[in-house]
Nanobody
Framework: QMELVESGGGSVQAGGSLRLSCVAS???????????MGWFRQAPGKQREGVAV???????SYKDSVKGRFTISKDNAKNTLYLQMNSLKPEDTAMYYC?????????????????RGQGTQVTISS
């Protein structure tokens, strides 16, 4: 089993920044790096939506509405995935989840992760 633990959420005003972190561990993880990871979010009453994904070779993909504002990255030495969020908007308010997939890049592009964390809340006030 792979465990993912998110942190870094909080409440900020519109225009502000937050950096989310997701630490990976566990038997299934065991230091392997041949999986893709990503962030997705869900707001109350709304469907889950993918935000950004990153492949093992560093290839990234973003939801259109966050391009230019959010940056996904990972530090393999620290087993940590990051999401730097700048110029935040009230519509970015949601629970943010980290996910990992051992099923290939296209599963990540579809935000179909076989592992996910418990989430961290992001609230943006206007």
């Amino acid at each position: 089993q792979m465990e993912l633990v998110e942190s870094g959420g909080g409440s900020v005003q519109a225009g502000g920044s937050l950096r989310l972190s997701c630490v990976a561990s566990g038997h299934t993880y065991n230091g392997r790096s041949d999986y893709c990871m990503g962030w997705f979010r869900q707001a109350p009453g709304k469907q889950r939506e993918g935000v950004a994904v990153i492949d093992s070779d560093g290839t990234t993909s973003y939801k259109d509405s966050v391009k230019g504002r959010f940056t996904i990255s990972k530090d393999n030495a620290k087993n940590t995935l990051y999401l730097q969020m700048n110029s935040l908007k009230p519509e970015d308010t949601a629970m943010y989840y980290c996910g990992a997939s051992t099923l290939g890049w296209y599963s990540c592009l579809r935000h179909e992760f076989n592992y996910r964390g418990q989430g961290t809340q992001v609230t943006i006030s206007s």
